[in-house]
């Protein structure tokens, strides 16, 4: 008899189980076309992907970077259709048909996004590990400015924001720099937005 367990499975048992098992997973796949970087990119994902492991594990799109992979330190920030998002915190089957802006997307190193050319222009960097994420982030954040979404420091909700030290800290707040290169990030953010002080 072809029993080689105690609890009764035999080799064949185990064989056939495993086999099957990718077959289950195919099933549970799914079909989605992200516009990345200006590219479309029809792709076959695991629905429990996040954006941010598609980018990286999957796309090779390292530029995007998992510090925390929980929301808290704004490394992994990119765009989807102008709006800058934690990409470690959404998954990539629901963003069918969007268009995600990665550091990569945003500019080349011959022809960088004025917000690049000013991170290095004042040092905006240490390390650098959290610099895709600041600087995605800051492109986001002045376009929020520009379209009048308040923040939680805001005055008067009802009066357009302004660019202000106050807002641009709490704005932010969202990306950490474990190097403290904070002085720098905010000169470069400063520059863009067409701020002296
Ligand atoms: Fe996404 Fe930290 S890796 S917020
Ligand atoms: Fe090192 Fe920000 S430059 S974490």
Do not use: W
Not at 35 to 43: E, S, V
Not at 169 to 197: L, Q
Request: charged share 20%; glycine share 10%; net charge negative.
């Amino acid at each position: 008899m072809d029993v080689d367990t105690k609890d009764g499975y035999t080799r064949r048992t185990v064989l056939v189980t495993s086999a099957a098992a990718p077959a289950a997973d195919t099933a549970a796949l799914a079909n989605v076309t992200l516009r990345i970087n200006g590219q479309p990119h029809p792709l076959t994902v695991d629905p429990r992907v996040t954006l941010l492991d598609l980018l990286r594990e999957h796309l090779r799109l390292t530029g995007s970077k998992k510090g925390c992979d929980h929301g808290q330190c704004g490394a992994c920030t990119v765009m989807v259709n102008g709006r800058r998002i934690n990409s470690c915190l959404t998954l990539a089957v629901m963003h069918d048909g969007d268009e995600v802006t990665t550091i990569e997307g945003l500019g080349e190193p011959k022809k960088l996004h004025p917000m690049q050319a000013a991170f290095v222009k004042h040092d905006g960097y240490q390390c650098g590990y959290c610099t895709p994420g600041q600087i995605c982030s800051a492109v986001g954040m002045l376009d929020e400015i520009r379209r009048g979404m308040p923040s939680h420091v805001t005055r008067d909700i009802a009066v357009h924001p302004l660019f202000s030290d106050e807002e641009l800290r709490e704005r932010m707040s969202g990306n950490i720099c474990r190097c403290a290169g904070y002085p720098n990030i905010i000169a470069a953010i400063r520059e863009v937005a067409g701020e002296t002080s």
